[in-house]
């Protein structure tokens, strides 16, 4: 079984940067398509953008979200630029069979998310 691990969260100042990285173990990454969800309170969760194997990504209606992997290191990355209040959430990277997918349902594993607050 796979586990996922967020890390790189915390507290930013408004125009501030962040890079947070997930850990996939018990599984080789190379053969999942790897998401990022975030959850805003009293939202539902939001799909941000993935990954295929071969680097291929969606996007988001913002430039602001840059995926990015490493499968020699089982890792991918979520860099995140000029923050905003409204990006206070808590960010999720998920691991899916299905190529390039946005449905959470398609998402095997979860980690148990890294909260992300920008605040002056």
């Known amino acids: 079984q796979g586990q996922l691990v967020e890390s790189g969260g915390g507290l930013v100042q408004p125009g501030g940067s962040l890079t947070l990285s997930c850990v996939l173990s018990?599984?080789?990454?190379?053969?999942?398509?790897m998401g990022w969800f975030r959850q805003a309170p009293g939202k539902e969760r939001e799909f941000m953008v993935a990954i295929a194997v071969n680097g291929g990504t969606t996007k988001y209606h913002e430039d602001r979200f840059t995926i990015s992997r490493d499968n020699a290191q089982n890792t991918v990355y979520l860099q995140i630029n000029a923050l905003k209040p409204a990006d206070t959430a808590v960010y999720y990277c998920?691991?899916?069979?299905?190529?390039?997918?946005?449905?959470?349902?398609?998402?095997?594993?979860w980690g148990q998310g890294t909260q992300v607050t920008v605040s002056s």
């Open positions: 018990g599984e080789p990454m190379n053969i999942y398509t």
């Open positions: 998920a691991a899916s069979p299905v190529t390039l997918t946005s449905v959470p349902d398609n998402y095997h594993y």
